[in-house]
């Protein structure tokens, strides 16, 4: 079995593989900035429970993070718990990926898997918009990674909003009963929903006049659910993406060549 683990911003998600690739489960945890090795080694235990899997068939483990501070401690807990050190994306490490890029120790390790995943599944050229703490929206032409634009994510421009301007609430992503809100909350939620699914239209419709019609366009990421339905092109939702393109990693550096 392979574990891949993805530790973001706001959540963190904990992937087991077969060898073959097939997810046999998937859970998401809120990221600790303050986790210790015991902590994240108990939290790891109670999510094997929870799915009756077993840590001790854990034979390769793999993990993103874009929280330096949390890495150590989760790759220790790994290491404690099936006895394996774990894999750590970064430079170095094989993607099969030709990422075109100034500095290529500034992309994150999580748009680098979840573009490795969207190349190994989808045709090509190919747009991926990740919403998650940011808004990512990445472009690939076969294995070549192009570029991406980043955004404020959903969640982090809403508490903005509220925090900035004294007479708006702290409201949940839901969507509203019209587009035309007729009080503060409705108003809000339209332009929530409607203003980022807006973004993610005119954002694909300026990168297709660059590269052409896109072959594929693919949404993944915790707030992806709440905007593509709201989105006039028709978007993909892979929620796995990012987990699948660990695995895929995984593979890529720890499959021998066969010597003839």
Known sequence: MI???DVGNSSTAIGLFTQAGKLVFRSDLTTNRQSTRDQCAVNLMNVFRIYEAELQAVTGAIISSVVPSVTAAVSEAVTLLTG???????????????IKSDIHTQMGSDIVAYSVGAAAKYPSPLIVVEMGTAITI?????TVYEGCIIMPGVQVALDALSERAAGL?????QPPPSILGHNTV????????????????????????????????????SVAPDILPYC????????????????????????????R
């Open 138 to 142: 990445s472009v690939l032409l076969g």
């Open 169 to 173: 609430p702290h409201i949940a992503i």
């Open 232 to 259: 006039r092109h028709d978007l993909i939702y892979d929620p796995d993406l990012l987990l699948d393109g660990l695995c895929l990693i995984y593979q890529k550096n720890t499959v021998k060549k066969v010597r």
């Open 3 to 5: 574990l891949a683990i």
């Open 186 to 221: 409705d108003a809000m939620r339209s332009g929530v929903i409607y203003g980022n699914a807006s973004m993610v239209d005119g954002m694909i419709d300026r990168l297709e006049l660059d590269i052409g019609p896109a072959a594929s366009l693919v949404g993944t990421g």
């Open 84 to 98: 394996n050190t774990p894999l750590i994306t970064g430079p170095g490490v094989k993607t099969g990926l030709n």
